[in-house]
C-alpha cells in the first residue's frame, strides 16, 4: 500500500478547520491536529510546563498545576518577544509529535489540521493544501462567541497569522465556510472525495 497522501487544513482562528475535521474524522480519516499537539507538549507536569513556569513564574499556573492558557495568550500576544520565547521552545516538540503521528496513519489520506501550516516548517509536512476560508468579521464573530476571549485579543492572534489573501494564494482547494453548518457538510464530502482520488492517482 502507498503511504498516506498527507494533507493540510488551514485557515484562521475561528475560520472553521475543527469543524471541517471533524466530519473528516467521521469519514474514517486520521487527522493530527496541531492545536491539540500544542496543549500536549505543555501538559501538567511536562518538561515544557516546567521551564515556562521557570519563565512566567508560578502565577501562570493553575491551582491544579496545569497551564493557565488564557494567561499566557494575554501576554504573548501583546509582546512579541515572549511569542519568540515561547515558540522557540515549543515548536520543535509540536513539530516531533506532528512526525511521528502522520507516520503512524492508515488511512488512504492524512490531515494535518494547523493554524500555522503556512508560516512555518509544518508546510514541509503536507503535499496538498486546503484552506478553510471565512470573511475577517465572521472569524471575530464565532471565535468570540466560542471563546472568552476579548475581540482585541482575537484581532491581536489574527494579526499575528497569515492574511487572508495570502492563505488564500497557497491554497491547492479552499472550503468557504462563510454559510452555515449545512452548507459545510457537502464540501467536505466533495472535498473527501477529491483527495481520496488525488491519494489513489498518485
Ligand atoms: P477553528 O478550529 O478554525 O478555530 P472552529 O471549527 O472551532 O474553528 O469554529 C469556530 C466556532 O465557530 C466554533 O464554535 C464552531 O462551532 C463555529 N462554526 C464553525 N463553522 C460554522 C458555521 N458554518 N456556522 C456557524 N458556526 C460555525
Known amino acids: 500500500?502507498?503511504?498516506?497522501?498527507?494533507?493540510?487544513?488551514?485557515?484562521?482562528?475561528g475560520s472553521g478547520k475543527?469543524?471541517?475535521?471533524?466530519?473528516?474524522?467521521n469519514l474514517g480519516v486520521n487527522v493530527v491536529d496541531a492545536d491539540i499537539v500544542a496543549r500536549e507538549v505543555v501538559q501538567a507536569g511536562s518538561p515544557a510546563l516546567e521551564k515556562i513556569a521557570e519563565h512566567y513564574g508560578d502565577n501562570i499556573l493553575q491551582e491544579d498545576g496545569t497551564?493557565?492558557?488564557a494567561a499566557l495568550r494575554e501576554i504573548v500576544f501583546s509582546k512579541p518577544e515572549e511569542r519568540e520565547w515561547l515558540e522557540a521552545l515549543t515548536h520543535p516538540l509540536i513539530g516531533e509529535s506532528i512526525?511521528?503521528?502522520l507516520a503512524d496513519a492508515t488511512s488512504p489520506y492524512a490531515v494535518l489540521s494547523s493554524p500555522l501550516l503556512l508560516e512555518g516548517s509544518?508546510?514541509?509536512?503536507?503535499?496538498?493544501?486546503?484552506v478553510v476560508d471565512v470573511p475577517e468579521s465572521v472569524q471575530i464573530a464565532r471565535t468570540t462567541a466560542r471563546?472568552?476571549?476579548s475581540?482585541?485579543?482575537v484581532r491581536s492572534i489574527m494579526a499575528a497569522q497569515m492574511a487572508r489573501d495570502d492563505r488564500l494564494a497557497a491554497a491547492d482547494s479552499v472550503i468557504d465556510n462563510s454559510g452555515a453548518l449545512?452548507?459545510?457538510?457537502?464540501?467536505v464530502e466533495s472535498l473527501h472525495g477529491k483527495l481520496l482520488t488525488l491519494a489513489n492517482t498518485r
Do not use: K
Not at 500500500?1 to 484562521?12: A, D, H, K, Q, S
Open 1 to 13: 500500500m502507498n503511504e498516506p497522501l498527507r494533507v493540510g487544513i488551514t485557515g484562521g482562528i
Open 18 to 25: 475543527s469543524a471541517v475535521t471533524e466530519r473528516l474524522i
Open 67 to 69: 497551564l493557565d492558557r
Open 99 to 101: 512526525a511521528l503521528q
Open 122 to 130: 509544518q508546510r514541509e509536512f503536507v503535499e496538498h493544501i486546503v
Open 147 to 149: 471563546d472568552r476571549n
Open 151 to 153: 475581540e482585541e485579543l
Open 182 to 187: 449545512v452548507d459545510l457538510a457537502p464540501q
